[in-house]
């Protein structure tokens, strides 16, 4: 059975420091990864896909890694802003059985300090 | 603009009070999905449909129906209520199940059962 973890569950940094969000996956046979953002009581805003044959993804502040024999991802904020208070959830796109079904982790809660 | 609509967004309701949380994508995307957050237990799939008239459960379907009659709708069906199902719901949708299919989420639904 997949299990996804995050670590850590929270995380509080001051404002223009790096953040760095990490992912981890027990079953390797996935179709991708994604990351997402959600503000308090909110929906989810995608950030980044990853595709498994993919190592990593760029966007802006925004840079994803994926090391797909390990069961690893990364999400980098550089520069990180108030503005990037909120938690970060990543999904990985299951690839045998549950067609489909994203199997999420707990997410990491982010407070960025002014 | 591209985007997963669900309605309504806050619904306080009774126990047994039959109810329908719509959602509606204007992607012309194959696979949606409903998810339920819950704190402590992260998001859990309730269900999905990859197509017109294909749906199937997911790993909490105990209490829900849904039904997949046009592309673009997936309506979540509640028949009778009951406290334990006051949660988060959101719906998603994706344009397959690939490794290149980014999912994108509505703006979720928080549902109170009294």
């Known amino acids: 059975k997949q299990e996804v973890t995050q670590i850590p569950a929270a995380l509080s940094v001051p404002e223009g420091e790096n953040l760095v969000l990490n992912c981890s996956f027990t079953?390797?046979?996935?179709?991708?990864l994604q990351w997402f953002r959600q503000d308090p009581g909110k929906g989810l805003t995608s950030l980044l896909l990853?595709?498994?044959?993919?190592r990593e993804q760029t966007s802006g502040r925004l840079n994803a890694s994926l090391d797909k024999s390990s069961g690893r991802s990364t999400l980098y904020i550089a520069a990180s802003q108030p503005g990037d208070s909120a938690t970060y959830l990543c999904?990985?796109?299951?690839?045998?059985?549950?067609?489909?079904?994203?199997?999420f982790g707990a997410g990491t809660q982010v407070v960025v300090t002014p | 603009e591209a985007q997963v609509t669900q309605n309504p967004r806050y619904l306080i309701t009774v126990t047994g009070k039959k109810l329908t949380v719509t959602c509606s994508q204007n992607?012309?995307?194959?696979?949606m999905s409903w998810y339920r957050q819950d704190p402590g237990l992260g998001l859990r799939q309730i269900y999905y449909?990859?197509?017109?008239?294909?749906?199937d459960k997911g790993d909490v379907p105990e209490g829900y129906k849904v039904s997949r009659k046009e592309k673009r709708n997936f309506p979540l069906i509640l028949e009778s209520p009951s406290p334990n199902q006051t949660s988060l719901y959101f719906c998603?949708?994706?344009f397959g199940i690939g490794k290149n299919t980014e999912a994108f989420f509505g703006q979720g639904t928080r549902l109170t059962v009294v």
């Open positions: 998603a949708s994706s």
């Open positions: 079953d390797s046979a996935i179709y991708n």
């Open positions: 990853i595709q498994s044959s993919q």
């Open positions: 999904a990985v796109r299951m690839a045998t059985d549950s067609w489909g079904k994203l199997q």
């Open positions: 992607m012309n995307h194959e696979y």
């Open positions: 449909s990859m197509n017109v008239e294909v749906t």
